[in-house]
């Protein structure tokens, strides 16, 4: 699967992990932090894995 890149802002609390479009002021991605199974950083873009695994 395949995603678009948007210039985002990362935000990390306890509980959620977010993405959010500054520019059009709107959340472009969340999930729970428990869903998080990895990441990868790739120059200044950042893929995140995700998934309960059901």
């Known amino acids: 699967a395949s995603g ?3 210039p ?4 990390v609390s306890n509980e959620f992990l ?8 709107e959340v472009v ?4 932090c ?3 199974v990895g990441w990868s950083a790739e ?3 950042l893929k995140v ?6």
């Open 4 to 6: 678009s890149q948007v």
């Open 8 to 11: 985002c802002v990362l935000g």
């Open 18 to 25: 977010v993405l959010l479009d500054l520019q059009a002021k």
């Open 29 to 32: 991605f969340n999930c729970f």
């Open 34 to 36: 428990g869903d998080v």
């Open 43 to 45: 120059g200044q873009a």
């Open 49 to 54: 894995f995700h998934g309960r695994g059901d």
